[in-house]
């Protein structure tokens, strides 16, 4: 019993140290993975397109898809899990820890970082290190087109001018033709650099409010 138990410690302080959450949020956390898995030992997307908090979210397959992309897991691979573990949807949980108090400012701009390059990677589908205007177009379209109130063309355009928009104020020493060919991590990081990001980036759908990490509904 004392052996296991330390086995459960020594694992959970290796969680700890790899995702920056506490024990009492490893612990909510794990209760979740339980709830979407049926208690089994992985999740696949078919546990996750269960979630009924998802199934009106118009880029409800790039969040789903986020969690089996191996570029969040914090090891420099690329390419897609069929299922994943409970570490590996921690690691993917992680990139939503908002800062605390004791938070140095090295740590939040790393944190920062990291929050956008999980963005850039939903956003760049075909793993090649740049988000190219199919691909944001085919984002802006299904957040526009779905919503019932604009056709897909008028999306398209409204994509198109956004990006050259984006280009010209952001980064004014590329070319049009530049934008088009691909937007780098580089160029993502430009784009966002007014927007703060260490705080906003939540994750409610699984009923876990990613600024406390408790489960159950929020009540804001």
Do not use: W
Not at 30 to 59: C, M, V, W, Y
Not at 71 to 93: A, D, K, P, Y
């Amino acid at each position: 019993m004392g052996a296991s138990q330390t086995r459960s410690e020594n694992q959970y302080q290796d969680l700890m140290d790899k995702t920056g959450f506490s024990l009492e949020q490893i612990k909510n956390l794990h209760k979740r993975f339980q709830q979407l898995s049926g208690n089994e030992d992985t999740i696949s997307r078919e546990n996750l397109e269960t979630i009924p908090a998802l199934a009106n979210n118009p880029i409800r397959k790039q969040i789903i898809e986020a969690f089996f992309d191996k570029r969040n897991q914090h090891q420099n691979e690329v390419g897609s899990l069929e299922e994943i573990g409970f570490e590996q949807f921690l690691m993917v949980m992680s990139h939503f820890r908002p800062p605390t108090l004791k938070t140095t400012e090295e740590e939040r701009e790393a944190m920062r970082k990291e929050k956008l390059r999980f963005l850039f990677n939903m956003h760049d589908t075909d793993n090649d290190g740049t988000i190219t205007l199919v691909e944001y177009r085919k984002v802006v379209e299904e957040l526009l087109s779905k919503s019932g109130a604009i056709g897909q063309e008028a999306a398209k355009a409204i994509a198109d001018a956004a990006m050259l928009e984006v280009a010209s104020t952001n980064v004014p020493h590329m070319e049009p033709d530049d934008f088009y060919e691909g937007i780098t991590f580089e160029h993502f990081e430009q784009i966002l650099k007014g927007l703060e990001m260490e705080t906003r980036m939540h994750i409610r759908f699984l009923d876990v409010d990613t600024t406390t990490m408790r489960c159950g509904k929020s009540t804001s």
